[in-house]
């Protein structure tokens, strides 16, 4: 699936073409795990199940809910 701002590859990975940063999310060993890579190449991976507690960056958060929204579109 793919628009003018990203990519969707199987729906475990988020390409934003304006930035070059990604989302990928994974599982490992019955949790979930989401990897960011910001405009500067630099990794950081999440427990789904900690950024539920701790909440996330802004620039995170936008991205997740745009994410989430383009999926919601696809699956109506």
């Not at 990203?6 to 990897?35: A, P, R, S």
């Amino acid at each position: 699936f793919q628009n003018n701002k990203t990519f969707f590859f199987i729906f475990q990975q988020v390409n934003f073409y304006h930035d070059h940063t990604k989302l990928i999310l994974c599982t490992q060993q019955d949790e979930y795990l989401l990897t960011y890579i910001n405009e500067e190449r630099t990794s950081t991976t999440f427990q789904l199940s900690t950024l539920l507690g701790t909440g996330c960056t802004a620039d995170l958060r936008s991205r997740l809910e745009y994410a989430l929204n383009m999926l919601l579109q696809r699956c109506n």
